[in-house]
Structure formats: structure tokens, C-alpha cells
């Protein structure tokens, strides 16, 4: 009997429902991702477009346009949308590491995910150096928090759930890097697998991808690099050189964003902290400067420059991965939104660029496919995501072991330098231990500004121990 009312009308209704309860507003927050990823990176592209129309009609504009672009961001982010600054990976980290329902209000509204794509699409209007990819993880994660409202009975666990599946499928989305969202979001976002939320997790990463290829073609972000079926004799070489010299700089940028107090003039720090909007419009002015320059080329996300390299069809000047290290930094230091995935890898094709040099022998593509891989594996010391990643970006699957060791030594080398980015960004957006004095209040402005946040207790030990040395 019992066999017999599974397969009547109403065992078939309570069984749908069932599922969709269970599973249904995964599958719907998923379709959305996907649809907004495509529309986010079309937007992006779109601004980018008019700036370059601009840039190219008369080069000196950008000394005016990126500076007060600059500060209409900082004003906006600071008035209208303190939690949407920087990547938002972070913020992603943190709501799920202290909880969705402390963080997730603060961090993962509707509001802020308006905010990261109308602030980005102004910066990208000025020029700025930096990417979509990164603003997309909080907008999918966003996206699918908030669909949390059309769970019949939500809890902690599911909105954990929806964040990470929303998180991963926007990363999976926005490059057309499916296996890379999986892994992201094992290795960054959660550093474990949730058995319980893996089935959801790769659905919701299949879902927003088919939507992302149904609208954009199967494609891969950086084409298809040609490598010889036999490989170069120095190649174990090139592997420890790249790592090495991609793990230094590496590094050195994420000292430089988590330290800003101590090698930014005490001048400007005071700025940033009193006239935060004037500090805003200097950094636009300095990246304006840096890409005239350049003559144009650290302006952007930095997509075109890698893909000409890749294609043979850039020549780019030996000092570009130095000039883009300094106007991401300068698009950094006003706590606008956007991302540093792509100019990451920008920066690490420039590297490659400049190592072709020491291994002239050598394909000029698989150089730079190792730097980019080093490059992004320092920054961000998830080494399996970045050289995933990239691997599926050039559809690299001949230079696997090489993308492999290059991204784990340079990860340890970069460790060197500074601990994981993404992680010492998210410890400040999440609530201080009890015991610490001066817990952060849920409206505070330290909050959700994650930029100088050291700049207080650095000053405070200063002032206990004045000769102490700022190592």
C-alpha cells in the first residue's frame, strides 16, 4: 500500500514540495547568480569601454576625471554603503566564520549588493585597477543570503549553506571556472568540506555557470595556450625562479595593503582618518599619473594586457608589473569596492613578460601562465584555487604539475611577508574577543572600514613603549 500512494497525484505533490523546500531556493539563487554575474560583467566591461573611448581621445583627462570619480566613490561608500569596500571576500569569510546572523545584516544585505556594483561600475568609469571577480563572490553570496527569507524554516546551518553556495558559484560564473568555485570554496572560504552542503554547493556552482555559458558561449577567460608535447630543460628551473620571484612580490603587496600605517607619510594617514574624501581624490590622482606613464596600460582590470601577451599581440614595458603593483595599491588605499583577482593575474603576466628575458628558450605563454599562477597564489596563499584556476582559464591542463609547484612554493614564500590576505582582512570585520577592552559596536564605523586598522593599537604600543622599534 505503501508503494502504491508514492505514485499517486498527491504522494507526487507532498514529494515536489519536499524538494523544493529542501533544495528549491538553492536552485533559484543560483539561476540569479548566474544572470546577475553575466549582467555585472557586462556592465563592467561597458564602463571600462567608455573610459578607454575617453582615455584614448585625450590622455590627460584621467588627471581629472580618476581623481574626482575617485572621491565620489569614497563619499559614496562611506555615506550610503560601509560594508561593500575592497573585494567583499572577506566580508564573505568573516559572516561565515562568526555567523551569518551577527555579520550577514551588515555585510550581505541587499543594499550593500546594489552598492558593490553601482561604486565598482563609477570606479571602472575613472580607470581604476581593479576587477569584478572579487565584488562578484559577495554579490552571489548576497544574492543567496537573502533568499533565506523564502526558506520555510531557516536557520544558521542553511544560511551558512546559501552563503557559500552563492559565494562559489559567483566566483564560478564570472571566470567560467567551475572546478575553481568548488575548490574556493573549500580552501578560502570555509578551509574544510561540509559533507552536508556539498551536493548543494555543486549544483548551485552547475546552475549558475549553465546559466553564465547560455548567455556568453563556452569560452575561457584567457583562450587556449598551445604548449609542445615536450617540455624545455630548464622548465624545473623557470618553476623555482618564477615561484621565488612571484612569492616576493607577492607578498610585499599584502604587507603593503595590511600595514598601511607604517610605510604610508604620517600626512596622509592623518588624511585618510579626517578628509577621507580629499585622501580618495590624491589616490585617484596618483593612479592617473601612473597610467599616463604606463601610456594607458595599468588602467583597468588589466584582461587586455594579459590576453595580448598570451596572444602575442602586447608588447608591454619590463617595469609594467611594478606600475600595476602601484595603481592596484593606489585603488586599494581608498576602500572603494572592487576586486584584485584580475589584476592580479595582470601583474603576474607582467612578471612573466619580464622573465622571459633571464629564459629567452623558452614559450613566452607558459612563462607567463606560471607567473600569473605564482602571482595570484602569493597574494591570496590559496595555491590549489589559484592554480586551478588559472588552469582552467588557459585550459592548461599539460602544465598542471608546473601551475601545482609553482602556486605552493610561492604561497610559502609570500608567507614570508604576511599571512593570507583575505583572512587578515576578514579578522577585521568580525567582533573582537571578550577580552579585548574596546569591543566594536555593530554600527561602528571601524566596522566596516577595514583599511588602517592597525594604525590604533600600533599607536597605542607606541605611546606605551616610545622606543620601541616598528619592526
Known sequence: MVRTTLFQPAGVVRRARQIWRRYGVFWLGAIAVGLVAVFYAKLIDWGYDQFRVMQQGHAWLPLIVTPAISAACVWLTRQFFRGAEGSGIPQVIAALHEGTATLGPRTLSLKLLGGKILVSLLAILGGFTIGREGPTVQVGAALMYNLRRLYPRSNALIERQLVLAGAAAGLSAAFNTPLAGIVFAIEELTRSFEARASGVLITAIIIAGVIALGLNGN????????????????????????????????????????????????????????????????????????????????????????????????????FYPLLKMASMVGSYLPGIPGGIFAPSLSIGAGFGNVLHTVFSSMQLPMLIALAMVGYLAAVTQSPITSFVLVMEMINGHALVISLMATALISSRVARLFAPPLYEALALRYMTPPAAQPAPVQPESPKTLEPLFEDENDEEGERAAQPDAPRD
Open 219 to 318: 569560452y575561457t577567460y584567457f583562450g587556449t595556450i598551445e604548449i609542445g608535447a615536450h617540455f624545455p630543460d630548464l622548465l624545473a628551473v623557470a618553476v623555482v625562479l618564477t615561484a621565488v620571484v612571484t612569492g616576493i612580490a607577492g607578498g610585499i603587496f599584502g604587507w603593503l595593503l595590511l600595514h598601511t600605517s607604517r610605510w604610508l607619510p604620517a600626512p596622509l594617514v592623518q588624511m585618510h582618518r579626517e578628509r577621507p574624501v580629499l585622501f580618495g581624490a590624491l589616490c585617484g590622482l596618483a593612479i592617473a599619473v601612473v597610467g599616463l606613464v604606463s601610456g594607458g596600460t595599468t588602467f583597468g582590470s588589466g584582461y587586455a594586457e594579459a590576453r595580448g601577451l598570451l596572444d602575442g599581440r602586447e608588447q608591454l614595458s619590463l
